[in-house]
């Protein structure tokens, strides 16, 4: 069974950093694009960021420049580096995968339980 396993969200002042990391478990299948979405509270859930199996990141225009998303393969493991953190950015940020079983060509699109960031002072 391939599960997600988030962990590094907190409570953080504005100005602050943190790290979310993401590892997915289980074995016999490829990681394609990883991703980090969060949903606000009120808020629809949004994509944060995303990377590709090759280290291509792209981000939302709202965490550009504060964000970093990078990726271990050998560990199929994501970390969100989260600087100069804003109230806005509070959500709950969820880890999204996709996987391909080997010798399989569909992808089976997982999903973390979500993790909460707070910036407050």
């Known amino acids: 069974q391939v599960q997600l396993v988030e962990s590094g969200g907190g409570l953080v002042q504005p100005g602050g950093s943190l790290r979310l990391s993401c590892a997915v478990s289980g074995s016999g299948f490829v990681i394609n694009v990883m991703a980090w979405y969060r949903q606000g509270p009120g808020k629809q859930r949004e994509l944060v960021a995303a990377?590709?199996?090759?280290?291509?990141?792209n981000y939302a225009d709202s965490v550009k420049g504060r964000f970093t998303l990078s990726r271990d393969n050998a560990k199929n493991t994501v970390y969100l580096q989260m600087n100069s953190l804003k109230p806005e950015d509070t959500a709950v940020y969820f880890c999204n995968a996709g996987a391909v079983p080997f010798g399989s060509p569909y992808e089976s699109d997982l999903w973390g339980q979500g993790t909460q960031v707070t910036v407050s002072s």
């Open positions: 990377i590709t199996i090759g280290g291509s990141a």
